[in-house]
């Protein structure tokens, strides 16, 4: 009968093992999505820098802009 418990432990145990390494694959699945989001993002805001120094340049030739020359 000792021996039993030692089972029951040993069960609970491994699914906890089993528990684990998937959630570790899983926050190594969001670490690499992440990442890809970021540098995405990056992508967008370098985008968005040039478009505003077009329309900077834009406004100034159609002399809309109140900096100077």
Do not use: C, F, W
């Amino acid at each position: 009968m000792a021996e039993q418990p030692d089972n029951l432990v040993l069960t609970y145990l491994r699914r906890l093992d089993g528990k684990i390494d998937r959630v570790l694959d899983d926050v190594q699945d969001l670490k690499v999505r992440m990442t890809a989001v970021e540098e995405g993002l990056a992508g967008v805001n370098r985008r968005l820098d040039r478009l505003e120094v077009r329309v900077d340049r834009i406004e100034r030739r159609l002399e809309l802009s109140e900096q100077p020359h």
